[in-house]
């Protein structure tokens, strides 16, 4: 047994001992030693991140991939697929290898030399459809989670699983921090830092955004990143298809039942190519329907090729986590969830309106 070995083992035990006597966010020390230890030296590492990648996944792997860079790691980040257009202005985004398009064999290299493969912002590997089974190619490579979603699977020899932390940012900001000092937060991380954390919390709205997470922002914002630049970048810069496609769906598609508190919306590939889809351009309409008064949890489902992508949200006691791993074989956060159907879009909802009566009569909705 090596040294890095024998760390992590002891530390799971201290984890167990620390974790439940300091509570929430507290990163144990024991913790913070085993990641300090298995980067002491320069690796090969690979960071991953999850399919349909959000601000969150790509602004944490970017974040987490320039700090182990500066310390003298070769770092490859890879994406199972693309990220959506309004994400490019991200600082060394390009740099990104996204396995989908990786015609020259980037990510299965970079994968089979790798020391150490850390993932960050999903919690299962099957969140990284086909880039999950090149991960089992390499049995010699430390894994190390650092994630905030609900139920993380065990696959990991290092866990930093925080499902009560707003963002995977946030948690890389304190890492840095406690690993290295805030002041190795440069400008660029600050500012990829930054997307996830805002995108993550809805614009610092959530019921996870706690005062440390507003000491965090103000520790990023000193080094000097344009707060509203960044809103605009991610907020701002759809294209005009985006805005009709949007109209067309809370118009013409959104369905509205349950004694007006529940709804749902969908979207078919026709439609899709109808208003020049561009992948991303749906994100974020699942939220609107809890723009209304009564409402308590929405659902929307995109046809891809060979499924139909499920989104949940909800507002306060209402778990959609608990609902997609139920019904839609998924999960996520508690007010944030998906998962995915491999029925038709018309049996799709069928299934979501009938789950929704079950879910009622055991008294969770
Ligand atoms: P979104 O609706 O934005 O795609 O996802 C909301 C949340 O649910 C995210 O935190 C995401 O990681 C999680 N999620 C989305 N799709 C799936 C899925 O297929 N399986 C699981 N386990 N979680 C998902
Ligand atoms: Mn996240």
């Not at 991140?49 to 890879?78: F, M, Y």
């Not at 980037?106 to 089979?112: I, M, V």
């Not at 900001?173 to 991380?189: D, K, Q």
């Amino acid at each position: 047994m090596d040294k890095i070995e024998a760390i992590l083992c002891i530390y799971t035990y201290f984890c167990y001992i620390c974790e439940i006597n300091l509570g929430f966010m507290e990163i144990s020390t024991a913790k913070i030693e085993a990641l300090r230890e298995l980067i002491a030296t320069p690796r090969s590492i690979v960071i991953l991140s999850h399919t349909n990648p959000d601000g969150d996944a790509v602004g944490s792997s970017l974040a987490w991939a320039e700090i182990l860079r500066k310390q003298g790691h070769e770092v490859t980040c890879i994406l199972p697929n693309r990220y959506p257009y309004y994400l490019e202005f991200m600082p060394n985004i390009s740099s990104v290898v996204i396995f989908k398009q990786d015609d020259k064999g980037a990510a299965k290299e970079a994968l089979k030399r790798a020391d150490i493969i850390f993932c960050l912002d999903f919690h299962l590997l099957s969140r990284l459809d086909q880039l999950g089974d090149l991960i089992d190619e390499n049995q010699h490579a430390k894994r190390v989670l650092i994630d905030h979603h609900l139920d993380a699977s065990e696959d990991f020899d290092l866990m930093l699983s925080y499902p009560k932390a707003s963002s995977t940012c946030y948690l890389v900001a304190l890492l840095v921090e406690r690993l290295f000092g805030i002041e190795h937060i440069s400008c660029e991380m600050a500012e990829n830092l930054f997307v996830g954390m805002m995108t993550d919390t809805g614009n610092f709205a959530f019921s996870s955004v706690t005062p440390d997470v507003f000491r965090v922002v103000s520790l990023l914002a000193e080094t000097g990143i344009s707060i509203p630049d960044i809103h605009n970048h991610v907020y701002n810069s759809f294209t005009e298809g985006r805005a009709r496609l949007f109209g067309y769906v809370i118009n013409r598609k959104m369905k509205i039942f349950h004694g007006g508190t529940v709804a749902h919306m969908s979207l078919t590939e026709d439609e899709m190519r109808r208003f020049w889809f561009q992948q991303g351009d749906s994100e974020g309409f699942v939220n609107y329907p809890l723009t209304i008064k009564k409402m308590k949890m929405s659902a929307m489902f995109t046809e891809h090729t060979d499924f139909i992508r499920v989104s949940l949200r909800s507002r306060g006691d209402i778990d959609v986590n608990l609902f997609a791993q139920r019904y839609f074989n998924g999960g996520g956060h508690k007010n944030a969830a998906g998962g995915k159907s491999f029925m038709t879009m018309d049996e799709t909802i069928k299934h979501y309106e009938k789950c929704v009566k079950e879910y009622a009569a055991e008294g969770l909705l």
